[in-house]
């Protein structure tokens, strides 16, 4: 049976994956913040926090003693980061922000590469914000922007192994998560939330936000067989966007 890690796979996006892996026939670890999540998990699950070396290090060696092996890792833990001009960032909220997003990708797939397997992956969560700028979101952008780097420096390393590296770059996806974002962006802004969502869809060709099955059922299809030359992409989901910022 193949294995799949998932960080930050108790909640949102991470949870959905987590049982599209499961409903496709894998083992599921999902590690998680929350522990009230990760308690309630229907998959096997552990805490731990993605910007901990020490915590990440000491989840690869359970992994490896209980499953040996991963035939798949989804670095997929992030946070949205402060909304605000570059001029009024916070420093310490610029550097959480690519703590999480950006250190916790990296740590998660230094730590996982002994466990992979020849034909294994290891997908990155990203975001369109990863290819535009990104308005009052500067944090953000800056670190999926260097996801995207970081996964198709990790293609290079690991081609030789089999080892794919792709990223995922949802738009906006439905759920809390982004509703609070509008919620900060339009105070930012001076809007209603209404007007910031409603911009958000008509950026899009296909005038409609994702929803986090649309990024697990890509997720599960770059694991197959049906991906295995499928490698250093990013790939975006997010109904074609045409206008990244239509607000501003």
């Known amino acids: 049976m193949k294995s799949v890690l998932i960080t930050a796979g108790a909640n949102g996006i991470g949870a959905v994956m987590a049982d599209a892996f499961a409903t496709a026939g894998y083992r599921v670890w999902v590690t998680d913040v929350d522990g009230t999540a990760v308690a309630a998990s229907p998959h096997r699950a552990s805490l731990a926090d993605v910007r901990d070396e020490g915590q990440m290090q000491s989840l690869a060696a359970e992994i490896a003693a209980e499953w040996g092996t991963l035939d798949v890792v989804c670095a997929n833990a992030g946070i949205k980061g402060p909304t605000a001009s570059i001029a009024d960032m ?3 909220g ?16 230094k730590h996982t590469i002994p466990l992979l397997r020849r034909g294994s992956c290891v997908l990155f969560t990203s975001s369109t914000a990863g290819i535009y700028g990104f308005p009052y979101r500067s944090p953000y952008a800056a670190a999926k922007w260097a996801v995207i780097g970081l996964m198709k420096t990790l293609a ?3 081609g030789a192994q089999g080892i794919r590296a792709n990223a995922i770059l949802p738009g906006s996806v439905n759920g ?6 509008f919620a900060d962006e339009a105070a930012a802004k001076g809007m209603t939330e209404q007007a910031v969502r409603a911009g958000y869809e008509s950026g899009t ?12 059922n890509m997720a599960v299809f770059l694991s197959s067989d049906g991906g295995r030359l499928i490698s250093g992409q990013a790939i975006t989901i997010d109904g074609f966007t045409i206008n990244p910022d239509p607000q501003v």
Not at 94 to 109: K, P, Q, S, Y
Not at 176 to 181: E, G, K, L, N, T
Not at 205 to 216: F, G, I, K, N, P
């Open 90 to 92: 916070p420093l310490d």
């Open 94 to 109: 610029w550097r959480d922000c690519l703590a999480v997003n950006l250190d916790g990708a990296f740590l998660t797939a």
């Open 156 to 158: 290079m390393e690991l």
């Open 176 to 181: 809390p998560r982004i509703d609070r974002v």
């Open 205 to 216: 060709a296909l005038r409609s936000l994702v929803d986090a099955q649309d990024v697990a």
